[in-house]
């Protein structure tokens, strides 16, 4: 199978939502990345697609998140949220590859590190570790394991702690 990823073009935006709906069950990812994609927090080059034969079979996005500490000092990061292959074409990699090159992509584009929140025995096989190791909080309540880091380069986290602000896009989902 020869699985293509690319960055999203406007013909693509109807599949994507689709390819969110059906991975998801439910509209909120879907309707989630189409806020984000007329937000700030938007990155272009960030909202990966993955084709197989010409279909549009997976998504992922990156946004822009900020980080708070204690004294109030925010420092720009990226979280990567949501992602989704379509029900047919899971656990084939597709995920996997969406991940990786959008985690080059981000080192790319200079950014240091990436936070997500998601399954604890699926995000380590690309790098990330709890945040927790770097004193960085959801901010939410959820369990430590599932709410990671990785950087993207050596100590690209060094110095940065605190709670972990997604932007307002992401409220309600
Ligand atoms: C998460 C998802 C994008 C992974 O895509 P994929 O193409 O199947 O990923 P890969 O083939 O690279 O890896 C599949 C592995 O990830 C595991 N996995 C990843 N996320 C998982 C989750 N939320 N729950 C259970 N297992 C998960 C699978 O069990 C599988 O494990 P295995 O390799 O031991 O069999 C896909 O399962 C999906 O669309 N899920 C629904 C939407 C979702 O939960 N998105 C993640 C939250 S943002």
Redesign the pocket.
């Known amino acids: 199978m020869r699985v293509i990823i690319k960055q999203e073009s406007v013909d693509n935006i109807k599949a994507i939502y689709e390819i969110n709906r059906l991975?998801?069950g439910q509209d909120n990812e879907a309707k989630l990345v189409d806020l984000l994609r007329n937000s700030n927090a938007f990155v272009p080059e960030l909202s990966l697609v993955a084709f197989v034969d010409d279909q549009l079979v997976?998504h992922i996005l990156f946004s822009k998140i900020t980080i708070v500490d204690d004294h109030q000092n925010e420092f720009e990061n990226l979280g990567l949220?949501?992602?989704?292959?379509k029900p047919d074409?899971?656990?084939?990699?597709?995920?996997?590859l969406l991940i990786k090159n959008g985690l080059e992509k981000a080192r790319e584009l200079n950014y240091k590190s990436v936070i997500v929140l998601?399954?604890e025995h699926?995000y380590p096989r690309f790098g990330f570790a709890p945040a927790s190791r770097w004193n960085i909080k959801a901010p939410f309540d959820v369990p430590s394991e599932v709410f990671m880091a990785i950087e993207l380069v050596t100590d690209g986290l060094k110095g940065i702690s605190g709670t972990v602000k997604y932007p307002k896009e992401f409220e309600g989902v």
């Open positions: 991975g998801f997976g949220a949501p992602m989704a292959v074409y899971q656990k084939q990699g597709i995920g996997g998601g399954h699926y």
